[in-house]
């Protein structure tokens, strides 16, 4: 290879040094450091063929070594940049392929056994060649080489199967490093002796690499005409400059200026220096106006947009800043933006550039590109993902909806790896692609708008956490107030009713089924309240059982066939249960209506006046609506007994000769069970009324008690008089008792409210008991009451498998059990009421 082409290796160079500075000034991530690893052996192999070529110190060897050393590590610069470049993780290949050829390069540098260093031929003119001798033993050098590079592209082949858009941006990039392959094969043939292809298609190369990186937006050309860029270009166009014309000025130097002939080379290079100060100056006005005047101007836009943001917590502001700054600064006819819905189930378009725009657009959370935003976290350009498998995978009418909205980029909202949004863009209004700075300023947008849209999401939570009921969901009480000022000052000249709904009988419900139950059916009928009134008006709860139903532009009959509404709709959530078995007790509500002007005109006169509408709804039968009307209370719902109490003893009264048969029936195969069940039905009744229970709910217990061994009568008379101990199937088949009470109550479904009591009463507060094996508070009030009443007689009596417990045994065993079979707390309350006489034993004698 002849010293002749000598300015091939040093153009190279020089483009290798002004890449690897200009790279110097990148945003720096992976891989940009690993691209500057690939430079960092071009620089190597190019600078060491140069040195060698030049003959400089400290000799041919040590500048060949350098050479050989680039060219080998070149390929595993390569196969690590494609890695980067697809975000595969790293093979353990990786590891060998470098200590592979570290060892080749330090055995080649030791021994010169692999490919040895050119001898050098001086020809009779002068001229300097470099012969290559090669053997056998340098296919080992280009084994190693050649081992990563398949490795690398069968890499490329599989991803790009399945990825198209790998594929096509990895085209240039594998078209290049063919070139370079091709290069050093070619120097090795006799047309190419002495000419550098192989450093030629180094540089092909390296071009390739650069414009995949730009067309992936990794950098911006103004990095390629920077700082230091203006002084490499003004220092070599100074030089090229005077090249041409330092003789000529040096002669007009002698022959106008003979006296300053001494200091010709002086006065030259001063004039030199003011030459390339004077081209820096030139390109550095040129490129700020071209380049960095936008720059700065997008600069101060983001940080206006960043400042506006900050100020406010409301997402409309926010987007309605944020579409503006997108659409003004890069130029874009339309955005649409995106957001999350409630139930985190899809994205809807919430905000856009004009009100008009269609908004029916929505992404479910498992569509390709929501699924390829989460993973990517980077914009997303259509014309690019129209050609995956992913986008092919889409619904056709998907596709469609994007095509008829004409978007070409989406960006995405995101946050600590959460996507709370997306960012629609459609094309610029100049019709030309997003360039790097575009895609670099939609990039800091995302940063500021993802970290506000998230705090606004936030904030409304927050916001509406602090307005709304916990359990139910509805407004609280506060906000409750607050709203029903707003409408009534909004609805001053129109009309505006309230309507205060109350469950009737809750506290008897939470002590028939447990807290649980009663939490469950609050919500139901918060549901049946937001169902009924949808965007009519408000809901909130009101108090623990009370809610309150505002409605603004409703008249008094509009309200009335609302509450109307409600009321029916209440009654039929229990009704729903698929196991009739153990359905519950009806729930029923009351209402009381009040309207502005009609009959208040303010907002206290308004609360009083339907609040006491309500009572006079409570006070004439429950389960009614009561209109407010100016000096009486008009019930809507005719027809109904005034006391619910006296009506369920009435429908006792009409069951009780049913009851008695049927326990008559009973005492004819097992004498106990009658007796037993008047006794523990006299338990209970002084155990309720001692503890406060109301009257109702003692009436109810009472009833439970009479009614809860009526299962018996299905039970083989042999079990229930066994003398001795039951066997564990006749055991079973005693537990079916309470299975067979149920099935007797529910033919009678004017007393279903007995059921929890009598489902429950062989549960235990441990969970152990039967049938349901429920535990602690979850087992009806009623039904732990009874468990001790009925366990008590149970002590206390003679059975046909046993002798009478004293009295003193049975409260032990009682205070005993407390936790574990029976309630920690009414346990020790009976035996205490038992000891000071409130209820007393009924013995045998």
Known sequence: ??????????????????????????????????????????????????????????????????????????????????????????????????????AANACNIITSGLLAPPELVTAADGSISFIYHTTWRVLILYGVTFGASVQMFYLIWKQGRSDEMIRRQFMPIVLGILILYAGNVLIFLPWFEGFPVDILTGIINVICLVYVLYARRMFKLTLLVSKSSCYVIAAASALLIFSNVIFPLRRFLVDKFPQFIQFDVLIVSIIYLISTVAIYQVLKRLIDKIFIREEIA???????????????????EILDVMVKVIQSTIGVRKVYVCLINNQETQYQITYSTSPLDKRSYHLRCDNPIVLWLKDKNTYLLLKDFCRTATFKSMWEEEKRLLQDLEIECIVPLADDNQLVGFVMLTGKEKKVGFSYDDLNFLDSVKSIGSIAVKNSHLYEKVYMEARTDELTGLLNRKYFYEILEEEIEKNKYGSLGLVMVSVDDFKLYNQLYGAEEGDQALRQVAMVLQGCVGENGYVARYNGKEFAVILPQHDILAAKNIANNIRLQIMEINKQQSNPLYRQKVLTASAGICAIPYAASNMKQLMDNADMALYQAKRNGKNRVMIYAVGEGTDTRAGQPESLTGYKEGIYSEYASTIYALTAAIDTKDHYTFSHSKNVATYVTSFAQAYGLNKESAAIIQEAALLHDIGKIGVPEHILNKPGRLEPEEYEAMKKHVENSIGIIRHLPSLDYVIPAVIGHHERWDGKGYPRRIAGEDIPLAARILCIADSFDAMIARRSYKEPYPVEKALNIILEESGRQFDPKLGPLFVQWVQDGTIRPILED
Do not use: Q
């Open 1 to 102: 290879m002849t010293t002749g082409y000598a300015f091939i290796s040093i153009i190279a160079l020089v483009c290798y040094l002004f890449l690897f500075l200009t790279f110097i000034a990148a945003k720096k991530n992976n891989l940009i450091n690993i691209f500057m690893f690939v430079l960092s052996c071009m620089i190597f192999w190019t600078g060491g063929s140069f040195a060698m070529r030049a003959l400089l110190w400290p000799g041919l060897k040590f500048w060949y070594d350098i050479s050989i050393l680039g060219l080998t590590m070149a390929p595993y610069a390569f196969f690590i940049f494609s890695l980067a470049f697809m975000g595969m993780e790293a093979p353990v290949s990786k590891k060998v392929w470098l200590i592979l050829a570290v």
């Open 298 to 316: 997008r600069s101060e836009i983001l940080k206006e947009f960043s400042s506006a943001v900050s100020k406010s917590l409301k997402i409309n």
